[in-house]
């Protein structure tokens, strides 16, 4: 049983508050493959009750092709009150996603785009992932394992608003089978990048990084959960920032406002 705060309404000295048992999820079975919890008539998390008196937050996109755990991050990240913004709308190119499941779970409205009906038609497809965008008010996009390729002008509508998480430490091992590429190149450190998308591939300005050790005992797939973990921890801050409006681009390198430097080395291997 999950249990909200409902708002009763206020006096002269006091707002009336009790706590009430909230409906279980709707099933996410929709038939034109989109959720929404404002129809759903299902749990609406507690913040939202408050929407009207609370601090505006800005409203996030997250664009998927498959499980979405990093998605699932940034949703574990935006569920707290002090954090400057909200997940508003979970889109796959794939009806099959996981993450669609996991979205509509946390009540996040669902849309599907799928780019098979598009064919070769990248502009259309775009032009529909682009309505969905603009119907949800969205402020700020993050590709979270989404796997299609997008257009010089796609990116430029979003120029400055659109983050993307990478499993290597850029500018290395951009593209795929990054964790089989760096164990083939013998590298001692790995990791993961967060940057803002521009119409290169994996070329972006970077806004935060995380390396993890690469063992002897490594395969891809041990080395690939350990930075997935590392990722969970470094794209929640990115977008945090940059919903803050703390990021500025300057000469092309990402400045934070505020931030606080790193100190510490990493020995790779191990120095006594």
Not at 46 to 62: E, P, T
Not at 89 to 95: A, K, Q
Not at 157 to 173: C, D, E, S, V
Not at 219 to 226: D, K, P, S, W
Request: with cysteine; proline share 6%.
């Amino acid at each position: 049983m999950h249990y909200v705060v409902a708002y009763l309404g206020t006096n002269a000295t006091c707002i009336h508050l009790r706590i009430v048992a909230a409906r279980k999820n709707p099933t996410y079975d929709p038939p034109n493959a989109s959720f929404d919890p404002d129809t759903a008539g299902g749990f609406r998390p507690a913040a939202a009750l408050f929407r009207g008196i609370a601090v505006s937050r800005k409203r996030v996109a997250i664009l998927i092709s498959g499980r979405g755990s990093n998605m699932e991050a940034l949703i574990v990240a935006a569920a707290e009150e002090s954090y400057p913004a909200q997940i508003a709308l979970v889109i796959s190119n794939r009806s099959d996603a996981p993450g669609l499941r996991r979205a509509a779970a946390a009540a996040i409205a669902t849309e599907i785009v799928d780019h098979t009906l598009y064919r070769e038609d990248r502009e259309k497809f775009e032009g529909a992932l682009q309505e969905k965008l603009d119907a949800h008010r969205i402020d700020l996009v993050c590709l979270a394992g989404f796997m299609r390729l997008l257009s010089p002008n796609f990116v430029g509508k979003w120029q400055g608003r659109m983050l993307n998480i990478h499993p290597a430490l850029l500018p290395a091992f951009k593209g795929l089978d990054t964790h089989a590429r760096a164990l083939e190149a013998g590298v001692k450190i790995h990791g993961a990048t967060v940057h803002m998308v521009v119409p290169e591939v994996d070329s972006g300005p970077i806004l935060a990084q995380a390396a993890v050790p690469v063992r002897e005992s490594d395969t891809a797939e041990t080395l690939a959960a350990r930075v997935l973990d590392a990722e969970h921890r470094i794209y929640p801050a990115a977008l945090k920032w940059l919903a803050e409006g703390r990021v500025r681009i300057v000469d092309g390198r990402c400045r934070i406002e505020g931030q606080v430097d790193a100190d510490g080395l990493l020995f790779v291997p191990k120095i006594s």
